[in-house]
T-cell receptor, first 111, second 116 residues
Framework: RKEVEQDPGPFNVPEGATVAFNCTYS??????FFWYRQDCRKEPKLLMS???SGNEDGRFTAQLNRASQYISLLIRDSKLSDSATYLC????????????FGKGTKLSVIP | EAQVTQNPRYLITVTGKKLTVTCSQN?????MSWYRQDPGLGLRQIYY???????DKGDVPEGYKVSRKEKRNFPLILESPSPNQTSLYFC???????????????FGEGSRLTVL
């Protein structure tokens, strides 16, 4: 099993749609989880951290399932500006300074 | 403005010609790191640093060197570049949390390197 695995997509969805991405991780000791967004040829930027209790930021909801070792990102009411690649990022355990990046899921929101 | 600055942004060089990619951050972050991004492989960590004079190898350190003589700077050195080091390079920085993990990573804009 790869350390961090994501469906590469692309996900092509119409404006206003709800879209969900999943990410699985193999290291049960991982403690920190993030979703980053990367626009084409640009640097990644933090979208949101993922907490055990789940968290929401506007149209975005992130959830963590430790038992099944996956995290998810839900985007409601998709906008054209949401088109990007979404990177799942997981640390390697308590006190680890290393993060493992998934290869990303590409989202295209279509008018 | 809080930022991570990398230079050069674009560089074409030839095999064997030593080069340095500079990285500087103005956020007083303890942690700094270098990544390379290649199609189909995602972001892979080259080296990282937890503080001044403290560095460690990431997943793909071969062919690279780093130094951390000042907190704000973390240059990436390619002593003898080869074509397989053609890539998009990102520098990133972060505070360290009380639990000893990295917080939000702030990335530079990237340096696109081509080695002929």
């Amino acid at each position: 099993r790869k350390e961090v695995e994501q469906d590469p997509g692309p996900f092509n969805v119409p404006e206003g749609a709800t879209v969900a991405f999943n990410c699985t991780y193999s290291n049960s000791a991982s403690q920190s989880f993030f979703w980053y967004r990367q626009d084409c040829r640009k640097e990644p930027k933090l979208l949101m951290s993922v907490y055990s209790s789940g968290n929401e930021d506007g149209r975005f909801t992130a959830q963590l399932n430790r038992a099944s070792q996956y995290i998810s990102l839900l985007i409601r009411d998709s906008k054209l500006s949401d088109s990007a690649t979404y990177l799942c990022v997981v640390n390697r355990g308590a006190g680890s300074y290393q993060l493992t990046f998934g290869k990303g899921t590409k989202l295209s929101v279509i008018p | 403005e809080a930022q991570v600055t990398q230079n050069p942004r674009y560089l074409i060089t030839v095999t064997g010609k030593k080069l340095t990619v500079t990285c500087s951050q103005n956020m007083n972050h303890e942690y700094m790191s270098w990544y390379r991004q290649d199609p189909g492989l995602g972001l892979r960590q080259i080296y990282y640093s937890m503080n001044v004079e403290v560095t460690d190898k990431g997943d793909v350190p071969e062919g690279y060197k780093v130094s951390r003589k000042e907190k704000r700077n973390f240059p990436l050195i390619l002593e003898s570049p080869s074509p397989n080091q053609t890539s998009l390079y990102f520098c990133a920085s972060s505070f360290l949390t009380s639990g000893g993990n990295t917080g939000e990573l702030f990335f530079g804009e990237g340096s696109r390197l081509t080695v002929l």
